[in-house]
């Protein structure tokens, strides 16, 4: 089978995944400045963490991966079904989101009444009030942009996030430098702008959609086989494709547990003795600025990858072309460690001039830097885990098996809880990092133990082969951009410097990563950046 139409999707949804990402930095740049890293970049952070959780949820994993398979086999058995099964999914999703979202507020308005509530609290619990029926948007957003990937239409789902990310900052300029809002109001601003943009993100998803004949109106046949497929797959992914998120989640949720509320050496009384946080103000926002750092390559490169491999796995599913399905897997692993390796090793290299450019300036100071520096390389720790975390899983849906990653998503998220648990004392917050980054690798081996006995899966000397020239290319890429970092760290830390250095480094590790891959003749290389038409899974 020729790679050429997968590889064509991965560029098309890694070139807008860039654009969205890179208005993503616009976006925390204007936080750093305007919220730096204190109080109310904690409550905010909080607050949009869920209807921004629910987007990571659905619009990267759940609703369209269970829906992708089921509906590719509709669309070649039973072509005439496929529209109605779309807009049942759509008008489900829909319904019950906007149940939960009414609940939701409900409980939010109860607990206003009935509880005398701090400033910081109330804030909280308002700007969430306010955000929650985004949770509704986006995840309908999320199974229209599965039914278009389905169809190898990758644009339009691809192009959502920018859109979200617009709508933020375009919040911040008007509130903030044009009207000049106190913080406390500019937050609700940015709330109701990522409301307008959950619109505008369902608006530009039913376009294209009416191209293939599936123009959207409410529909419920609820009894067919086809959906309650996708209900059953639905549950298990949840749970199995959002591991990385829900430890992420579980770290800021920890941080903000045991965060003092002065600065380091706030304490609590625990049994009538006295015991020092292990983090202080401000932590929650260390875990979030390093989030958006390594999720940056991995939304880019990874979820991109993922996302365009996914229908072809699917579609050899459907035609019980085991064979396909086994190249095609082993294709994308090499294609995924090609990347993630020296994405990996590139990240813990350029942490601190990355950090410095895009956020320290405003109410962002060079300790914030310090601190956020080294959440992040111990995240960057855990990239080619995640990478491979997010191929894997969708192997599995591709035959409708969700058990097994929701198995090892249990378990990875157990021991996440426990290592965060003992690691935030000596380690402090980057105890939490470290963590969620040594549980991405314990999800992959399990998942990998399984796939390799499922699908008969051998690895060949050329396979192998292809491994090691990535892994060498890497260690020759680190080698030559940590002897540059030396270089230049006698250089001045004024931002000037700091850009200088991370151009620097970015163009001397990319040059020795693609001029060891020639050198190696590592067919990747070819394959990803030359995009060779002929080249096909083997």
Not at 133 to 144: G, Q, S
Not at 218 to 244: D, H, N, Q, S, Y
Not at 248 to 257: E, Q, S
Not at 495 to 512: H, I, M, P, T
Request: glycine letters at 8%; one cysteine or more.
């Amino acid at each position: 089978m020729n790679t050429a139409p997968m590889i064509r999707g991965f560029r098309q949804i890694a070139f807008l995944t860039v654009i969205s990402r890179v208005f993503g930095l616009v976006r925390d740049m204007a936080y750093a400045h305007f919220f730096g890293r204190g109080v109310l970049m904690d409550i905010w952070t909080i607050a949009f963490m869920i209807p921004n959780l629910s987007r990571r949820i659905f619009g990267e994993g759940a609703a369209s991966s269970s829906l992708i398979p089921v509906y590719s086999e509709e669309l070649k058995k039973h072509p005439e079904r496929s529209a109605d099964l779309a807009r049942t999914a759509a008008t489900v999703i829909f319904v019950i989101l906007a149940g939960v979202v009414v609940l939701g507020e409900l409980g939010l308005w109860w607990y206003f009444k009935s509880h005398t509530l701090i400033p910081e609290t109330r804030l909280k619990l308002s700007l969430i009030a306010v955000m929650l029926p985004y949770a509704c948007l986006i995840c309908t957003v999320a199974v229209l942009g599965g039914v278009l990937n389905a169809h190898r239409h990758f644009a339009m789902p691809a192009a959502a996030s920018i859109v979200l990310n617009i709508f933020i900052i375009g919040s911040m300029c008007v509130g903030g430098w044009l009207f000049k809002l106190p913080n406390e109001t500019l937050v609700f601003v940015m709330a109701v702008g990522i409301l307008l943009a959950g619109v505008t993100q369902m608006l530009m998803q039913m376009v294209p959609l009416s191209r293939y004949g599936v123009v959207l109106r409410p529909a419920w046949k609820v009894r067919t086989e086809a959906f309650k497929k996708i209900m059953i797959l639905m549950g298990p992914m949840i749970l199995g494709l959002t591991v990385t998120q829900l430890n992420t989640l579980t770290d800021i949720l920890i941080a903000n547990g045991l965060s003092g509320s002065e600065e380091r050496g706030a304490f609590f009384m625990w049994f009538g003795s006295r015991v020092n946080y292990p983090v202080w103000a401000g932590s929650v926002s260390s875990l979030y600025f390093s989030q958006r750092l390594y999720q940056f390559p991995l939304g880019v490169l990874g979820i991109s990858l993922a996302t365009a491999i996914f229908p072809v796995l699917s579609a050899a599913a459907a035609d019980k072309d085991d064979a396909l399905l086994s190249k095609t897997i082993l294709k994308g692993f090499q294609m995924a460690l090609f990347v993630a390796l020296p994405a990996t090793a590139g990240l813990i290299l350029v942490a601190r001039p990355l950090t410095a450019v895009l956020f320290q300036h405003g109410q962002f100071a060079a300790k914030d830097t310090a601190e956020v520096q080294w959440v992040l390389i111990f995240y960057a720790v855990g990239l080619s885990g995640y990478f491979l975390q997010q191929l894997i899983t969708r192997a599995f849906y591709s035959v409708k098996d969700s058990k097994w990653p929701a198995r090892t998503a249990m378990i990875a998220v157990a021991v996440n809880i426990t290592m965060n648990l003992l690691l935030i004392w000596p380690l402090g917050v980057k105890g939490l990092a470290l963590a969620t980054a040594l549980c991405s690798y314990l999800q992959v081996i399990i998942l990998w133990l399984v796939l390799r006995k499922k699908f008969n899966l051998s690895i060949s000397v050329k396979n192998r082969l292809i491994f090691v020239k990535s892994l060498i290319g890497t260690v020759v890429m680190s080698i030559f951009g940590a002897i540059c970092l030396f270089a230049l760290s006698k250089l001045s830390q004024s931002r000037f410097f700091e850009s200088l250095r991370l151009v620097v480094l970015v163009v001397v590790c990319a040059g020795v990563y693609a001029l060891a891959g020639r050198l190696l003749g590592n067919e990747m290389l070819g394959l990803l950046i030359k995009g060779r038409k002929d080249a096909k899974i083997q």
